[in-house]
């Protein structure tokens, strides 16, 4: 397990290398830092002048990949790919065109990333289950075939109707809670009521909807006939007997999520005014704030990877038949 | 008036998509064995009604791609001078929706603009009241009369329409059973009767043929005739009124909605070009070839998979961008210069959207190579590139075709997300997302204005909906997982 470990860690490096590269790739080589300056002062009636001063305070004025006029290691590392991609995987992020320490920010903004993104992926996955399970109960009967006709709906439904739609009904008519804004501690608490609610309901369909198929096809298996047979009750079988066995394909799709809820939500962040790495990636693209989206890109990369072997850990727990080796 | 087609990107790739799509019908309709799951689909009425509506959106989003530039009076040295306004078919049929263009936001059915105004009245004093529209019931004297003519001309409309919906629909059903009964006495079958057996079996000789036809197609024709009364009203509407209202800047929300239409349809499959070349060469490649091959296509796709997918395109978009902004000298027209966003969005999409396809591909490949008859081709010395385009293609066609089919819905409500957050299609590309945006903007106003997002999200409910219940039935008629009697 611990050899299975190390060697996933291993493996994802090249990947983080290739991430890194691309992004740098995507950034740096695409359009030149000269072109970013341009961009960034405007692109018209631009002095060469301002734009070096622009490259030099945030450190573009370098080579892109080797330094000729340095000696030594520094003939590597003081270029543009050594300081702005390499120092990432120590999760050195910079700083931003603010001039704030991107790390900072991260560490600040994760909690109401947090306080939004864990409660509405807990109540999700047990209604989604919840419901799926009790369409799967009364399959193929008419309760069954509205439901599905009903997630087909929802799922048609734009998650940005489901945002504008909820504020407009719950903050602007009703006035039960503020329209946007948020607080730490027990204060926030009517802050986040409606995103959470939102970010639930917006799932309902298409996650619903894949429960029910993953439970259906565990249905027609011989062990719930056997269990049947036994004579055991309908919702034993399901409850006992089938949302175990359809464990492992659930795992496959909700534990690689996890981490990434670190990131937040982008819509609901900046809808909701929520001070979290959503709203701060949505104002980063917005403000052309190319330092941010990079350091952005590489945690989600990174928690994205950290999830895919969090998935593999999770197996084991669920069906003692995996070993990881 | 003198006129110059113009064929931009976007519209090069659409007839290109066009024409792919009208050769693999021509292909299929010629075998039998690719046939028949397409025969499956058709008889499902959730899918051919499905359909119905699709090809409508089709209709106007084809007529919105054929483009051209009107020529201006003035001439330059015997040079003929084209506006720089990019107009379509679409543009031209529906005028009177374009032009007439209001000061500013006006709700559905209006008669005056939505905001009060000072005005000087015939005695010279000034007075703040709702002006009325330029256009919007401007044919009616007295404003109660508003509801009556609305309800006359909305109701003669429906009756048009209905009755141009029945004629055709008659019109079709003569032709269909004058072949029908032509047919019946020779033996060789018609590929309608090879499609529903259990229909024609016993049943075609005490059966009228026209009701055999109604009892197949009845759910097709009752959604047929409503969509025909429902447009015929609305046509008759759109001519004196705002029927979904104006924008800030007065222009009609239902030309804005239809314009959309395209933005969203292009969105969704002109994308497909990207990913399936990619997804296909590289999938099978992967799993074909095993080895080297094998690690380098794994590390490509991990790699741009384990970006996520809104960030990836966020970073892409904005150096697309910088590229464009720097390069006004590329485009004659702005047209051009938005055009040419809404396809490098598309390639984007495309770029970043091809992993998944391609990682099932690549298992099915897997799978593939170790059956007896690619083994078989090995042995006999067939080549590999023979081997993948004879015997793993086709096999892997299902997948390829229900994943296109299931993404096109998430890609037409991804295009209002990306265009929320700044890195969708250009601000003056008329989409379901910058329409959105720009509303999003008004909720706060009071009385609210809610029409102009009813309206796109109206829209795309029911694009979607209906690509998703499409794309449903395509599944359940290509899985061959899902059990089947008669296959």
């Known amino acids: 397990m611990i050899a299975y470990l190390i060697r996933r860690i291993l493996n994802a490096i090249p990947i983080l290398i290739g991430v890194n590269l691309l992004t740098f790739a995507l950034f740096f080589v695409v359009n030149t830092p000269d072109d970013m300056a341009r961009m960034q002062l405007g692109i018209k009636r631009v002095t060469p002048e301002a734009i070096e001063k622009w490259k030099a305070q945030r450190g573009y004025d370098k080579p892109l990949f080797v330094n000729g006029a340095a000696s030594g290691t520094e003939k590597i590392s003081d270029t543009i790919f050594w300081q702005k991609s390499a120092s990432m995987f120590v999760f050195d992020f910079g700083y931003s065109d603010d001039g704030r320490s991107i790390s900072r920010e991260i560490a600040t903004r994760m909690g109401p990333s947090l306080a939004i993104a864990l409660p509405t992926f807990i109540i999700g996955l047990f209604v989604y289950v919840s419901f799926a399970l009790l369409m799967t109960l009364f399959r193929a009967t008419a309760l069954d075939i509205a439901g599905v006709a009903l997630c087909v709906l929802l799922m048609?439904?734009?998650?940005?109707?489901?945002?504008?739609?909820?504020?407009?009904?719950?903050?602007?008519?009703?006035?039960?809670?503020?329209?946007?804004?948020?607080?730490?501690?027990?204060?926030?608490?009517?802050?986040?009521?409606?995103?959470?609610?939102?970010?639930?309901?917006?799932?309902?369909?298409?996650?619903?909807?894949?429960?029910?198929?993953?439970?259906?096809?565990?249905?027609?298996?011989?062990?719930?006939?056997?269990?049947?047979?036994?004579?055991?009750?309908?919702?034993?079988?399901?409850?006992?007997?089938?949302?175990?066995?359809?464990?492992?394909?659930?795992?496959?799709?909700?534990?690689?999520?996890?981490?990434?809820?670190?990131?937040?939500s982008l819509l609901t962040e900046s809808f909701f005014g929520i001070p979290g790495l959503g709203s701060y990636?949505?104002?980063?693209?917005?403000?052309?704030?190319?330092?941010?989206?990079?350091?952005?890109?590489?945690?989600g990369s990174v928690l994205y990877i950290a999830g895919l072997i969090l998935t593999d850990i999770s197996y084991t727990v669920v069906d003692p038949r995996v070993r990881l080796q | 008036?003198?006129?110059?087609?113009?064929?931009?990107?976007?519209?090069?790739?659409?007839?290109?998509?066009?024409a792919a799509g009208m050769a693999t019908m021509w292909h299929v309709r010629r075998h039998e064995h690719l046939l028949l799951p397409w025969r499956r689909v058709a008889r499902s009425s959730t899918a051919m009604v499905s359909l119905l509506v699709l090809s409508c959106f089709l209709v106007v989003g084809l007529l919105d791609t054929l483009h051209y530039r009107v020529a201006l009076p003035q001439q330059n040295n015997g040079e003929t001078v084209y506006a720089p306004e990019v107009l379509s078919v679409f543009d031209k049929l529906v005028e009177p929706l374009r032009t007439h263009t209001e000061k500013t936001?006006?709700?559905p059915f209006a008669l005056t603009l939505y905001a009060k105004e000072s005005t000087t009245d015939a005695q010279g004093n000034v007075v703040r009241d709702f002006p009325r529209l330029q256009?919007?019931?401007a044919h009616l004297k007295d404003p109660s009369q508003q509801s009556e003519d609305v309800v006359r001309r909305g109701g003669l409309g429906a009756l048009a329409g209905l009755l141009l919906g029945v004629l055709f629909v008659g019109f079709v059903m003569v032709l269909r059973t004058r072949k029908l009964k032509g047919a019946a006495p020779q033996s060789p079958p018609v590929r309608e009767e090879a499609a529903t057996p259990h229909l024609h079996g016993g049943g075609r000789q005490s059966l009228p043929l026209v009701q055999n036809l109604t009892a197949k197609y009845g759910a097709l024709i009752i959604t047929f005739l409503?969509?025909?009364?429902?447009?015929?009203?609305?046509?008759?509407?759109?001519?004196?009124?705002?029927?979904?209202?104006?924008?800030?800047?007065?222009?009609?929300?239902?030309?804005?909605?239809?314009?959309?239409?395209?933005?969203?349809?292009?969105?969704?499959?002109?994308?497909?070009?990207?990913?399936?070349?990619?997804?296909?060469?590289?999938?099978?490649?992967?799993?074909?070839?095993?080895?080297?091959?094998?690690?380098?296509i794994q590390y490509i796709y991990t790699v741009l998979s384990s970006i996520p997918s809104v960030l990836l395109i966020a970073a892409a978009v904005l150096m697309m961008q910088i590229?464009?902004?720097?390069?006004?000298?590329?485009?004659?027209?702005?047209?051009?210069?938005?055009?040419?966003?809404?396809?490098?969005?598309?390639?984007?999409?495309?770029?970043?959207?091809?992993?998944?396809?391609?990682?099932?591909?690549?298992?099915?490949?897997?799978?593939?190579?170790?059956?007896?008859?690619?083994?078989?081709?090995?042995?006999?010395?067939?080549?590999?590139?023979?081997?993948?385009?004879?015997?793993?293609?086709p096999n892997v066609m299902h997948i390829i075709l229900i994943a296109l089919v299931m993404d096109f819905s998430a890609l037409v409500l991804a295009e209002a997300v990306l265009s929320y957050v700044g890195v969708g299609v250009d601000p003056s590309t008329i989409s379901f997302g910058t329409m959105i945006n720009a509303a999003r903007l008004e909720m706060g106003r009071e009385p609210m204005v809610w029409w102009a997002l009813a309206a796109a999200f109206a829209f795309m409910l029911v694009l979607v909906l209906a690509a998703n219940l499409f794309a449903d039935a395509v599944r359940d008629a290509f899985d061959p997982r899902l059990s089947r009697s008669e296959a």
Not at chain 1, 235 to 252: G, Q, S
Not at chain 1, 281 to 299: E, G, H, K, P, Y
Not at chain 2, 240 to 269: C, M, N
Not at chain 2, 278 to 287: K, R, W
Request: aromatic content about 10%.
């Open chain 1, 156 to 264: 048609s439904i734009s998650g940005l109707f489901y945002i504008i739609g909820g504020q407009f009904l719950v903050s602007k008519l009703w006035h039960l809670v503020p329209i946007s804004g948020y607080d730490g501690g027990m204060n926030g608490f009517k802050f986040v009521v409606l995103p959470i609610l939102i970010g639930v309901v917006g799932g309902v369909g298409s996650s619903s909807r894949w429960y029910r198929t993953i439970f259906l096809e565990e249905i027609g298996k011989d062990y719930v006939r056997t269990a049947r047979a036994k004579g055991l009750s309908e919702l034993r079988v399901l409850f006992t007997h089938v949302l175990k066995n359809a464990m492992i394909p659930i795992l496959t799709g909700v534990v690689v999520v996890i981490p990434l809820l670190f990131m937040g």
């Open chain 1, 281 to 299: 990636t949505i104002d980063a693209i917005n403000a052309q704030d190319f330092s941010v989206v990079r350091a952005m890109v590489f945690l």
């Open chain 2, 1 to 18: 008036m003198s006129f110059m087609p113009m064929i931009l990107w976007s519209d090069a790739l659409v007839f290109l998509l066009l």
């Open chain 2, 105 to 107: 936001y006006s709700a």
């Open chain 2, 135 to 137: 256009y919007g019931g």
């Open chain 2, 226 to 296: 409503t969509l025909a009364t429902f447009i015929g009203a609305i046509t008759n509407l759109a001519t004196a009124y705002h029927v979904l209202g104006t924008d800030k800047v007065g222009q009609d929300v239902l030309y804005l909605s239809l314009k959309s239409i395209r933005t969203g349809l292009i969105i969704g499959t002109v994308t497909t070009l990207v990913t399936l070349p990619l997804a296909l060469f590289l999938g099978v490649a992967a799993g074909y070839f095993r080895g080297w091959v094998d690690d380098v």
């Open chain 2, 323 to 393: 590229t464009i902004d720097q390069h006004a000298d590329w485009f004659e027209t702005s047209a051009e210069r938005a055009d040419l966003r809404l396809v490098a969005l598309c390639l984007i999409l495309g770029m970043t959207s091809w992993t998944g396809l391609c990682r099932l591909l690549r298992g099915e490949t897997l799978k593939l190579r170790e059956m007896e008859y690619i083994q078989a081709a090995q042995s006999f010395g067939v080549s590999s590139m023979r081997i993948i385009t004879r015997h793993i293609m």
